[in-house]
């Protein structure tokens, strides 16, 4: 069946000050072949966001933006459709990203020296947040089970008893894992949260991104979360939208709500980049989930690509399933090579570029998280490469 989209384009990231491509190696740029590290989609920004833009640089105007009725409507009709969520407009907080947002709640919840409880292994960048403004990480680990991660609700109990540790950041779809977290596990959290006063920033950015029948319950929606819960939306990974930098907060709690918007203003917070007003109006609509849609489809694809090549060559490594987010958590544990030689043989033989495990915290040691969004084909050609070098190297079965 012929495609709607083009995802089996690759998107020219040379010479525009694209981060990705300046910190890709010249040697794997020189075998012809791509970076899967970062969670950064591969494709061409959505044709919605990308003409919504260009109207609104055509109107010659592009002023202070604020969230106008109409941007409040189209924020809670999306919300309603794709992910079954009744927002209030009034909850809509816009900000200037997740990341940012992180901040800006560690400033409101805490004092400096003062703990952040988080998931490991976690995306880093909430840590690095909390660096940057004096605050302490609180490793609260994620447990293996039967092929399947779990939250170790005694140890959470344990970093949030402590009156010292009054934020927790939830990660769902978990990053980088790419574990949806179900209703009880939300809901033990909440109760947990409620009980010991802290509050709970749920980043679900990569909600729209779910696969094979998963849909993420926003953190909001979790019996006992209301008063404490404070929900990151945004249009970067579902969109191919990363480098704008903007967020939607969904605060429910009216006292809460003000709380931040305080701090936030604090922080130095002027308006909406205009651009990012004209991708969300533009993205939030029948075309952009057509384009989505169509993403999660041909993402899943690669994740299946990718699953089945490893069972089929290298059986000793493994792949989690991927229930939402566009990324792949790859366990590496099987060849038995200590860390050092597993990334030396990686990135410096088979120039398999990937995001290493470690990099997540405690429990990430062994393992790769690889980007999915990226065309079939730069997928094949480094798979093809990795097998050749497994080979050279007797690490075929």
């Not at 809670?76 to 907080?93: A, F, L, T």
């Not at 970093?159 to 010292?164: G, L």
């Not at 809460?256 to 993205?283: C, K, T, V, W």
């Amino acid at each position: 069946m012929e495609r709607r989209f083009d995802f089996d384009t690759l998107a020219d990231r040379a010479n525009i000050g694209c981060m990705k491509f300046l910190e890709t190696p010249q040697a794997v740029r020189a075998a012809g072949l791509i970076s899967f590290a970062g969670a950064e989609a591969d494709f061409k920004t959505a044709p919605a966001i990308m003409e919504g833009m260009i109207r609104r640089a055509r109107g010659g105007f592009l002023g202070y933006t604020v969230p106008d009725e109409a941007y409040r409507f189209t924020v809670c009709s999306w919300m309603k459709r794709e992910r079954g969520w009744q927002v209030e407009p009034e909850w809509i907080v816009p900000t200037g990203g997740t990341i940012r947002s992180v901040a800006t709640a560690l400033r409101m919840t805490t004092e400096p020296g003062e703990g952040m409880i988080v998931q490991p292994p976690v995306y880093f960048r909430y840590k690095q947040a909390a660096d940057r403004i004096g605050r302490k990480t609180v490793y609260n680990p994620l447990k293996r089970i039967n092929g399947r991660y779990e939250m170790d609700f005694g140890d959470l109990e344990r970093c949030m008893e402590n009156p010292k540790n009054r934020l927790m950041v939830l990660c769902n779809p978990h990053n980088p894992i790419g574990q949806v977290w179900g209703p009880s596990d939300l809901a033990k959290v909440a109760r947990l949260a409620r009980q010991y006063g802290v509050t709970v920033f749920s980043d679900e950015i990569f909600a729209e991104t779910v696969y094979n029948g998963h849909q993420v319950q926003p953190y909001s929606e979790a019996a006992d979360a209301t008063e404490h819960a404070m929900v990151s939306t945004s249009l970067g990974k579902a969109f191919s939208l990363t480098g704008v930098n903007f967020a939607n907060l969904i605060i429910p709690d009216r006292e809460l709500r003000e709380r931040f918007i305080a701090q936030r203003n604090g922080d130095h917070y002027g308006s909406i980049e205009p651009m990012a007003h004209a991708a969300m109006m533009a993205a939030y609509t029948n075309e952009g989930a057509a384009w989505l849609h169509a993403m999660n489809g041909y993402v899943l694809e690669n994740i299946q690509l990718v699953r089945n090549f490893l069972a089929a060559h290298l059986p000793r490594v493994s792949a989690f399933e991927s229930e939402g987010a566009f990324i792949l958590w790859i366990d590496w544990h099987g060849l038995g090579l200590p860390e050092r030689q597993l990334h030396a043989f990686l990135e410096e033989e088979a120039l398999f570029l990937t995001d290493r495990g470690e990099e997540y915290g405690p429990g990430g040691a062994g393992f790769t998280r690889m980007n999915m969004a990226s065309p079939k084909a730069e997928i094949q050609k480094a798979l093809d490469r990795l097998l050749a070098t497994a080979k050279k190297r007797g690490l075929v079965i």
